[in-house]
């Protein structure tokens, strides 16, 4: 992957909108960890391709990974974490740019101007991970009864403090507003992740029921043909016992 996040953090154009950016793995199922997102083409554009990109090839399986939006039909995506190894290093965007409804195009050629494309990147994490985080960030306002009676300044000073206090204020205002909708997004995944839980344990369940049947029968199997082996092996001693051959050397009659 030739872009960095920090030169390519910010969207050139608009062209198509994910339904959301913000991708939580529950990396301790016994699966690979997935989630669905949906992709839109806004109106009045035309034809889009798209496509999805990553500095971990190996981990990431997104389907589909590209494609043309030609209409209103949202397109949905799944992506997955293979082997739910993830790490923060990794990253995922996607990218958009017009095509021509007529001529063809190089889907290896078409970014590399970046003035016409759309690069939005994923915020990717795990349920530990975005949890932790947000409850790091519910501590991180600024407690303005303290920063206030700390001070001592009059005057000029005093309006300069109230400014940056201010300055702080909005600043803190603008991070809640963002933890908010990070977490109303956190809590529709943890919802979905906890149904994806439960349908997993009634999965399980069931095979458990198919396998304790199963185990049920092989074991009557295996008791039948253990007392129909013991019986042909009694039959047989009985049988050898009652052989003329078997019978004592004493009871012979010698002529």
């Given at each position: 992957m030739q872009e960095s996040q920090s030169e390519t953090s910010y969207i050139?154009?608009?062209y198509?909108?994910?339904?959301?950016?913000?991708?939580v793995f529950d990396s301790d199922q016994p699966k690979n960890a997935s989630q669905k997102l949906k992709l839109n083409r806004l109106a009045g554009v035309g034809p889009i391709y798209w496509r999805f990109q990553t500095n971990a090839p190996t981990r990431y399986i997104v389907s589909p990974s590209h494609g043309i939006l030609s209409d209103d039909e949202p397109v949905?995506?799944?992506?997955?974490?293979?082997?739910?190894?993830?790490?923060?290093r990794h990253e995922l965007f996607l990218q958009a740019a017009p095509v021509s409804e007529t001529a063809g195009f190089d889907p290896k050629t078409i970014f590399?101007?970046?003035?016409?494309?759309?690069?939005?990147?994923?915020?990717?994490?795990?349920?530990?991970?975005?949890?932790?985080?947000?409850?790091?960030?519910?501590?991180?306002?600024t407690d303005l009864h303290q920063a206030l009676d700390a001070s001592a300044s009059v005057?000029?000073?005093?309006?300069?403090?109230?400014?940056?206090?201010?300055?702080?204020?909005?600043c803190d205002t603008e991070q809640l507003v963002n933890n908010i909708h990070q977490a109303k997004q956190l809590k529709i995944t943890l919802d979905s992740q906890l149904e994806e839980r439960k349908r997993l344990v009634e999965e399980y369940k069931a095979r458990l029921t198919m396998l304790e049947g199963s185990y049920m029968r092989k074991s009557a199997e295996v008791n039948?043909?253990?007392?129909?082996?013991?019986?042909q092996q009694k039959a047989q001693a009985m049988?050898?016992?009652?052989?003329?051959?078997?019978?004592?050397?004493?009871?012979?009659?010698?002529?």
């Open positions: 050139h154009k608009q198509v909108v994910l339904d959301q950016t913000f991708v949905e995506v799944t992506v997955t974490l293979y082997q739910n190894r993830f790490r923060p590399e101007t970046t003035e016409t494309a759309q690069v939005t990147y994923l915020d990717l994490g795990t349920t530990v991970m975005k949890i932790e985080s947000a409850l790091e960030n519910s501590k991180s306002a005057g000029a000073d005093r309006v300069d403090q109230l400014q940056s206090i201010l300055n702080l204020t909005n039948r043909l253990q007392n129909e082996l013991l019986n049988k050898a016992s009652a052989s003329p051959n078997n019978k004592s050397a004493g009871n012979c009659c010698i002529s």
